[in-house]
């Protein structure tokens, strides 16, 4: 019932006459002034949110087969379609999140750890609405907060980004690895320079009782905290660095541990940043490391990056992901145009892709 009623919210407040006259379009766009404060109104000290955000791209690859027809990649592709509620009442809130594509956003375990098959030149398209984030939290203190539900586990800061703030079209591949979501309880605090988040979920033996165990502390060497995005893009003058450290294990498997180093630099137009991971056996058991830089050519407009991903795989595979981004409204009004090239001791392993795509939100 209630996927019903969102969807039909949803659909009221983007459907318009295929027709319309100006006296239609003011009344339309008055309905969506009335609309969008009535969900945003405070009423018996509780308030209620909506946003979302749409990622659309068109792919192109000689080296890819797209089924059923065996064709070379060229189309177009729904990469995410997010409805993103969140609510609160006093010191409890609650986030829910949805989306209706069939990218790989509801993978429930690591993904694709230890193995190449397809890992970019994938697409998606519409497909029925699921449930990503569902989650309440509670204020512990005035700096510690609880959270129990669905939620991603504490890991790499990569993974724990929207997708409609990267600096790419695709995560890195390990932050694609651990952008998964879980049930479980997660507690989280912010002390000035360090940061810190703990979480016990499922795990891969679902409600039984080995429980997976995430844990992630940042600490702010210097400068500001890194924001949501990715980039350079209004991170300020100042020279900032933060390096993170994460732990994930799975109790249902014997070697099912993974140990991560981060890190974020920003300066002005620069932006850096490097992922580093120990994967145990059942993983993949590997040491994938990556690192991006960006540079914005025009302030506030236009961004160029480049990404290097090894995957220390049996085959040596590598990718090269360089990009350009034109920002009309920051991450929210995007183009993004990327190249990525991967090599491998393996033939089939190796393609050459080209995006180009939009992402709009609201």
Not at 179 to 189: H, K, N
Request: aromatic share 10%; no cysteine.
């Amino acid at each position: 019932m209630n996927k019903f009623v969102l969807g039909a919210l949803a659909l009221t407040a983007a459907s318009t006459p295929s027709l319309a006259g100006e006296a239609d379009w003011l009344t339309h766009d008055r309905d969506i002034e009335s609309l969008a404060s009535s969900l945003t109104q405070n009423s018996g000290g509780s308030t209620v949110a909506v946003s979302g955000f749409l990622r659309s791209s068109y792919a192109f690859s000689g080296d890819v087969a797209v089924a059923p027809t065996g064709n070379d990649l060229g189309g177009f592709s729904i990469d995410d379609a997010r409805l993103i509620v969140t609510g609160s009442i006093g010191k409890y809130g609650v986030v829910l999140e949805m989306d209706g594509s069939t990218d790989p956003d509801f993978v429930t375990t690591p993904g694709g750890l230890g193995t190449f098959t397809g890992a970019y030149g994938a697409t998606g398209g519409v497909g029925a609405v699921g449930v990503l984030d569902a989650y309440a939290t509670f204020a512990i203190t005035d700096q510690i907060k609880g959270q129990i539900g669905n939620f991603r586990p504490a890991f790499l800061a990569s993974s724990l980004r929207q997708e409609d703030g990267l600096l790419f079209q695709d995560r890195t591949f390990l932050g694609q690895a651990f952008a998964f979501r879980d049930q479980g309880i997660q507690f989280s605090g912010s002390f000035e320079m360090l940061n810190f988040a703990l979480a016990v979920q499922n795990g891969t033996d679902g409600a039984g009782d080995e429980l997976a165990i995430s844990g992630r502390a940042s600490f702010t060497v210097m400068g500001a905290a890194p924001g949501k995005t990715e980039g350079a893009l209004g991170q300020g003058d100042d020279t900032s660095f933060t390096v993170g450290v994460g732990y994930y294990n799975d109790g249902q498997l014997d070697d099912g541990t993974a140990i991560a180093v981060d890190g974020q630099f920003g300066m002005g137009q620069l932006s850096a940043a490097f992922e580093f991971v120990d994967l145990d056996v059942d993983f993949g058991d590997a040491t994938p490391f990556n690192a991006q830089v960006g540079f914005m050519v025009v302030p506030d407009e236009w961004e160029v990056a480049a990404r290097y991903e090894d995957f220390d795989s049996a085959t040596d595979t590598t990718a090269i992901t360089v990009g350009v981004n034109w920002y009309h409204n920051g991450h929210a009004a995007k183009w993004h145009a990327n190249y990525i090239t991967v090599t491998d001791d393996v033939s089939a392993n190796e393609r050459d892709v080209v995006q180009v795509g939009v992402t709009a939100a609201f």
